[in-house]
């Protein structure tokens, strides 16, 4: 998975679960927490828009250094398991959401520490509950 943009998603279970882990890539890029994606799509639904635009979702422009922090914040013990590789994918580190707000409304994204940090907490909890199969996830 050389580029595979789930890795850092992959780094927060890594974590969670106690184990180390390289996150495949290192670029700024974007991130929204899934609970805010679907919020968006909710009050794209409601906004009364006639049509087929596309819009950028937008979200928070995170290099992979601030995701190993925020990772590590959350999960101490993983503090210096979780590695970044070195190579670029050249993936956009910031999107313009102006038009889609324009057409819906703001949105009312959650700070990037927090949504790692629940991410987290909600892995732990399924690896508690023995809902998620860590090794098997992180092996793809």
Same mark, same amino acid.
């Given at each position: 998975? $050389? $580029?595979d943009l789930s890795t850092p998603t992959k780094a927060m279970l890594a974590a969670a679960a106690g184990k180390p882990y390289q996150i495949s890539f290192n670029d700024t890029v974007m991130y929204q927490y899934a609970d805010d994606a679907a919020m968006a799509f909710i009050q794209a639904s409601r906004a009364g828009l006639s049509g087929a635009e596309v819009y950028n979702l937008g979200g928070s422009s995170v290099s992979m250094n601030e995701v190993v922090r925020a990772i590590s914040k959350v999960a101490n013990e993983s503090t &210096? %398991?979780? %590695?970044?590789?070195?190579q670029k994918i050249g993936a956009p580190g910031h999107i313009d959401a102006s038009a889609l707000h324009d057409a819906i409304g703001p949105i009312d994204w959650t700070e990037f520490e927090d949504g790692?940090?629940?991410?987290?907490? +909600?892995?732990? +909890? &399924?690896i508690s509950a023995k809902k998620i199969d860590v090794d098997r996830i992180l092996a793809t």
């Amino acid at each position: 998975c $050389s $580029s595979d943009l789930s890795t850092p998603t992959k780094a927060m279970l890594a974590a969670a679960a106690g184990k180390p882990y390289q996150i495949s890539f290192n670029d700024t890029v974007m991130y929204q927490y899934a609970d805010d994606a679907a919020m968006a799509f909710i009050q794209a639904s409601r906004a009364g828009l006639s049509g087929a635009e596309v819009y950028n979702l937008g979200g928070s422009s995170v290099s992979m250094n601030e995701v190993v922090r925020a990772i590590s914040k959350v999960a101490n013990e993983s503090t &210096g %398991t979780i %590695t970044i590789a070195d190579q670029k994918i050249g993936a956009p580190g910031h999107i313009d959401a102006s038009a889609l707000h324009d057409a819906i409304g703001p949105i009312d994204w959650t700070e990037f520490e927090d949504g790692v940090s629940k991410t987290i907490m +909600q892995f732990r +909890q &399924g690896i508690s509950a023995k809902k998620i199969d860590v090794d098997r996830i992180l092996a793809t």
